[in-house]
């Protein structure tokens, strides 16, 4: 797990930095990223007693996902702050991920993740934990859909998304759903796993331009 982490918080900051090369002093409020994320996780996952609701477990482990990003870039800034090194910012994290805090239901523990985040402007990891274990969600699928979406984030500014030149549809298709196929064909134990999306997504975008 730790490894994992390690290449989730080096994907992180290599994000960041193609957004804001010193974003780590840009004062950015990663935690209102997350209290929002949070309800839009509720309301994936339904709470209105007056009406028909059906979860949405798919979107709900998709904000997991996302707010996943911010906790790593709050910690990287934190650990920055405190001259930690990353190694150190990641075992941390796998304490946090290996100890969840779960409440009686999926709801009350995003209400939770919401409140401490407000509270002290942290990451909860663990908080987080506890939602996924509500989810039945393992790290491994957490942070293979999370490293899918970091490199495709990348591939997209690489590919001119700044500036507005780049197309999310690719023959008739969004690259998100070019990384779901690219997903099912590779092994996220592999060393080489986000180097492989990158290149998978490569080939594809090519083949689709060219055509």
């Not at 992180?12 to 996780?41: C, H, L, P, T």
């Not at 709050?74 to 190694?87: C, F, H, K, N, P």
């Not at 490293?147 to 500014?157: D, S």
Request: proline fraction near 0%.
């Amino acid at each position: 797990m730790k490894k994992k982490i390690i290449n989730m918080l080096e994907l992180q900051d290599s994000m960041n930095r193609k957004v804001n090369a010193d974003w780590r002093n840009a004062g950015f409020e990663w935690y209102r990223a997350i209290w929002m994320e949070s309800a839009e996780m509720l309301d994936h996952y339904g709470w209105k007693w007056w009406k028909k609701q059906e979860a949405d477990v798919m979107q709900v482990k998709l904000e997991v996902v996302d707010i996943v990003h911010f906790g790593l870039s709050i910690r990287l800034v934190q650990g920055a702050s405190q001259d930690s090194t990353i190694e150190q910012i990641a075992e941390a994290i796998a304490i946090d991920f290996e100890h969840p805090r779960t409440t009686a239901d999926v709801r009350t523990n995003i209400e939770l993740l919401a409140s401490a985040t407000l509270l002290d402007q942290g990451a909860h990891f663990s908080i987080i934990a506890g939602i996924m274990d509500h989810l039945d969600m393992a790290f491994d699928e957490l942070y293979e859909v999370y490293v899918g979406k970091n490199i495709l984030n990348i591939f997209r500014q690489d590919n001119g998304y700044k500036d507005g030149s780049y197309q999310k549809v690719w023959g008739g298709r969004e690259d998100n759903e070019h990384l779901a196929d690219v997903l099912t064909r590779l092994d996220c134990n592999k060393a080489s796993f986000k180097d492989d999306i990158y290149q998978a997504l490569t080939e594809i975008y090519c083949s689709q331009c060219a055509a």
